[in-house]
């Protein structure tokens, strides 16, 4: 079979894919081993109360006659269900004093696609005044899932972060501002424009929410280049609002918000939102009509009673973000029993499900520490996905890509317990091998 170029980038394997098979398949276990320990995908948890909920809303959508026909038994506009998108421009106007209009919101069939569709509408290979279109993060690591969903290749740019080293086996990554406004030190060539700017905010793998201040700074080079700051709120508030410092949603109009039902708990659901300009809703909605015809219903036409009455957000500051704030602490504290005396070192954690760890001047790469944990019957992710755009400069070499590890704390928490123990035994041996 000959594939496209664009085909052969799937046939050979990609980073998000490696990932999502990790998630649903378990490693071979080592002789001695009884179980395995996830601690390598996205998967939000279950939390009994969210979990309940929502089951009795799908319930009480399939009780009700006409809702359900409207929901399962026709397609939407392509823009999305409207009784869900006004619940939601009525509860974040309300929340953040943000005007948002029915015009200005789309749903996707989850956010991983709505990125497919942003960064195919923004960026690219394909040019205008013979210029290549291309999207700067601002600062990698960055989520693994934006890499090969371009149609084109070398979508993205990104910069390297300022790195603190903090009291107490912690780092904090800080956006880098200088060169931000003439992008001259990003690896633009001449014939390259920029875009679009993404960030995750809180970002996965990192753990880190980008301050006020920086994302300011962000809005500030999207306004003065006219072009959008795409914010990727999936672990953000309202829902799921698993942050933990105060963080700010921007009002310009070159902001575009993305968020997720996902990480409340419905990820089977497939459910993205954006809140853009209108203009860009409108190419979106014509997206969604031509690649999906229309978004899933099913989680908006069960979940926009919810979001109306203000109870999914009530459920996300009662339970999803209580849950999720006792398990960094308790990974945290592990950490700091178990890797206490390696130079070892845990980003400080500001939101998301993660703790995303800097093995620093570890023996081997972080993807061969990757390949060794999974041997040995504990999943994770290896750092060196999170760096989508970052080219090894041979000139200036930056080591700390290939020493991190991305650790989830959302799942069992025997599983989370006894993988950190085993991560820690093997960087134990690997150090003191190399002493
Ligand atoms: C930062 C971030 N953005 C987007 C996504 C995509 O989520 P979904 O497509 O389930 O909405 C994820 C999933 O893990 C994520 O972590």
Known sequence: MRFSDFGSRFSSGTGT?????DLSRLPSL?????????????????IPAVMDRFRTALAELAADTARFEATLGRYDAPQGDPVFIEALCERIGKRDGLSIRPENVLLTNGSQNAFVQLFNLFGGSVCAEGLRHRVLLPMAPE?????????????????RPTVDVLPGSRFKYGLELSGLGTCDDVGLEEHDRIAALCVSRPTNPTGNVLTDAEIDALVALA???????????????PFPNIIHVPATLPRSPQVILSMSLSKVGLPGARTGILVADAEVIRALAEMNAVMNLAPGSIAPGMTAPLLASGELEALCEQHVLPWYRARADRALQLFDELFGTL???AHVHEGAIFLWLWFENLPI?????????????VVVLSGHHFFPGLEDDPAQPWQHRHECLRVSFAGEEAEVIRGLEIIASHAHQLYDGAA
């Not at 894919?17 to 098979?21: A, N, P, Q, V």
């Not at 790469?365 to 019957?377: I, K, P, R, T, W």
């Open 223 to 237: 306004e003065s280049r006219d072009i959008p700051l795409i914010i990727d709120n999936a672990y953000g508030a």
């Open 343 to 345: 130079p070892v070192r």
């Open 30 to 46: 080592p002789a001695g081993r009884t179980a395995a320990c996830r601690l390598g995908g996205g998967n939000p948890a279950l």
């Open 17 to 21: 894919g490696s990932l999502m098979r």
């Open 143 to 159: 989520y693994i899932g934006y890499g090969d969903l371009a149609v084109g290749d070398d979508l993205f740019v990104s910069r």
């Open 365 to 377: 790469s972080s993807a061969e520490f990757y390949q060794q944990l999974h041997d040995d019957g």
